[in-house]
């Protein structure tokens, strides 16, 4: 089963994700901060990330950065309720495979979550 680690400090968004991609036979885990994501990181081998760019503290485009620097080959989407062409353009120059514009629906979502993983796995 591919595991997803969802992070955002907003519960609701993280318990939409949960439901719409454990729904599609994805596994999910959830951190409401970047740090407690960086310490789930260390525990777990997670296929894809999905990231928010506004978090209180460490926010989703320095935890983009460092997760490229550290592991160029895991997948992140960027997550914003806040979308610019300006953020969405950050987050994919640091790295993010794909951004989503909060709220999403749940075919938006996995088609991201999906776009993602396929380069990853090779296909």
């Not at 089963?1 to 729904?23: F, G, W, Y």
């Not at 978090?55 to 914003?80: C, E, H, K």
């Amino acid at each position: 089963m591919v595991k997803v680690l969802a992070v955002d400090d907003d519960a609701i968004v993280l318990a939409s994700c949960r439901r719409i991609l454990e729904a599609a036979a994805y596994a999910v885990d959830t951190a409401s901060s970047v740090m407690e994501a960086l310490a789930a990181l260390v525990r777990e081998p997670y296929a894809l990330v999905l990231a928010d760019l506004k978090m209180p503290g460490y926010d989703g485009l320095r935890m983009i950065s460092l997760l490229q620097r550290s592991r160029p080959a895991l997948p992140v989407i960027a997550m914003s309720g806040y979308p610019t062409g300006e953020t969405e353009t950050e987050s994919l120059r640091r790295g993010a495979r794909a951004f989503v514009a909060k709220p999403f629906t749940p075919e938006e979502l996995l088609a991201a979550v999906r776009g993602a993983i396929r380069p990853a796995e090779g296909g």
